[in-house]
């Protein structure tokens, strides 16, 4: 959603959990009551029965809304609830090909139904995987090229894709500095949990590497 300078906006959980993403711009976000100044890269989990209120500051704001049924599998809480996250990049994790992410929210925040984190892509690719959750991704800043059973797509920032559970594919960094994404888990999980597929498993296509992984 866009909300245009000081403007105010709510959203409701119900018969869902909500996990809010400030893409761009400043807002203040109220829920349950508490407030809190929150700026790109902020994030906000809100249960079922919580309203959420977006008021956005001297300049419009753009805040990404992911909606979880609570019929979704459900992981192990791992963690107290933790309802305001932001990055920081001391928090990241290593994943595939010197990939590195942060979660914001997932079950070590007492998010359960999803994971939602920051991943950074540096220049190169990955080989073929595959993930046991779904993932849709969204490009935050600068250019991929993604990969998959039905070919290749060129990314540019606000771009999204859906990543089916155990499909093969390649998010690849065609360019010479680190790019960001965002990416939901469904169910929640770490990004890092990656499978290689077998050697004798035929993957969609060969990939061009344009730069070491």
């Not at 000081?6 to 959203?11: F, K, M, N, S, Y």
């Not at 109220?30 to 500051?57: C, F, L, Y």
């Not at 599998?73 to 990049?89: F, K, T």
């Not at 984190?117 to 849709?136: K, R």
Request: charged content about 15%; proline content about 8%; some cysteine.
């Amino acid at each position: 959603m866009t909300l245009p300078a000081h403007c105010a906006h709510t959203v409701a959980a119900a018969g869902a959990e909500l996990l809010l993403y400030v893409l761009s711009g400043e807002a203040i976000l109220s829920v349950q009551g508490e407030s809190r100044r929150a700026g790109n890269g902020s994030a906000v989990h809100a249960v079922d029965g919580d309203v959420v209120e977006i008021t956005s500051s001297g300049a419009p704001v753009v805040v990404l809304q992911f909606s979880v049924p609570l019929s979704s599998d459900r992981h192990a809480p791992l963690g107290r609830r933790q309802r305001w996250s932001s990055l920081s990049e001391p928090g990241r994790e290593a994943a595939t090909s010197d990939r590195t992410f942060e979660v914001l929210l997932g079950p070590a925040q007492g998010c359960c139904l999803a994971t939602l984190f920051v991943g950074v892509v540096p220049p190169g690719a990955a080989p073929w995987h595959f993930h046991q959750y779904a993932e849709l991704m969204v490009l935050l800043s600068g250019s991929t090229t993604f990969h998959d059973a039905c070919g290749m797509r060129d990314m540019k920032p606000g771009d999204a894709v859906f990543i089916p559970s155990r499909a093969l594919h390649v998010n690849e960094n065609p360019g010479c500095e680190p790019v960001l994404v965002l990416g939901l888990l469904l169910p929640a999980s770490s990004p890092s949990a990656t499978y290689l597929p077998h050697e004798d498993t035929a993957v969609p296509h060969a990939i061009a590497r344009h730069a070491s992984a």
